[in-house]
């Protein structure tokens, strides 16, 4: 790793997902966390007007395709007692949105208030990351184990990575195992497993996602060590 830690992370990170994230992909529903933002609008929008849920999702999709759905830039959207500032193209286009697809124009200006509270609040508590925003409270959930469970059979760390993945499996929930994987990887590229999450976070990649990907990575690199010793042994 060269001295830019945080950006050699990232690298490494598109590295993975470009390489092993076609064979998982099918067990993670949500690969990107933009996803899942975009599902929260979703969500607000249908406490705001009786649009056909197909409809309201493929516009959702359109918006976010073109942009015009950027937690940070929603974050910074002004929404005084008038509402919005529709001089801002970016507040135009979004009504423009909600319009075309049925809302009348206060629909539209109640629905874009309640994104922009949204995003508003992500952004002062969470930097903008719906990752950090769920994984807060998975952690909180793993940290409270003890008060709801005994074991005698397991470890407090293997009861931790037992729910961990439960946790990953049954929610989604974008918390990490941090197991040997991770930390074996992390090792052998210079990092720290927080600047390892810290770059999922960054590029908005599942960190649960994340597990799975260095898991195949690290059995591919054995798999192909062990093919390169065997042939050197048989060119012996």
């Known amino acids: 790793m060269g001295t830019d830690v945080l950006g050699d992370a990232q690298?490494?990170?598109r590295k993975i997902v470009a390489l092993e994230a076609a064979e998982v992909a099918a067990m993670h529903p949500w690969l990107r966390e933009s996803?899942?933002?975009?599902?929260?609008?979703?969500a607000l929008l249908t406490r705001i007007a009786d649009i056909p849920e197909p409809t309201l999702r493929g516009v959702i999709d359109a918006m976010s395709s073109v942009g015009l759905l950027d937690v940070s830039t929603l974050a910074g959207i002004r929404c005084g007692q008038r509402g919005p500032d529709i001089g801002t193209p970016h507040v135009r286009r979004?009504?423009?949105f909600l319009e075309e697809v049925g809302m009348d124009p206060e629909e539209a200006r109640q629905g874009l208030i309640a994104v922009c509270e949204a995003a508003l609040g992500l952004q002062e508590h969470y930097g903008g990351k719906v990752q950090r925003y769920l994984r807060s409270y998975g952690e909180l959930m793993?940290?409270?184990?003890g008060c709801t469970f005994q074991f005698t059979a397991l470890s407090d760390v293997e009861v931790k990575r037992a729910f961990t993945y439960w946790l990953?499996?049954?929610l989604n929930m974008p918390v990490s195992l941090l197991d040997e994987n991770v930390h074996k990887f992390c090792d052998e590229h210079g990092l720290t497993p927080e600047q390892w999450l810290t770059a999922a976070d960054e590029l908005d990649v599942s960190v649960a996602l994340v597990d799975d990907l260095v898991q195949r990575y690290l059995t591919r690199q054995a798999a192909s060590g062990e093919g390169?010793?065997?042939?050197a042994k048989a060119n012996v």
Request: proline share 0%; net charge negative.
């Open 94 to 96: 979004i009504l423009e």
């Open 35 to 42: 996803d899942r933002w975009n599902e929260l609008v979703f």
């Open 228 to 231: 390169a010793a065997k042939g």
């Open 142 to 145: 793993l940290k409270d184990l």
């Open 168 to 170: 990953q499996n049954v």
């Open 11 to 13: 690298y490494l990170m």
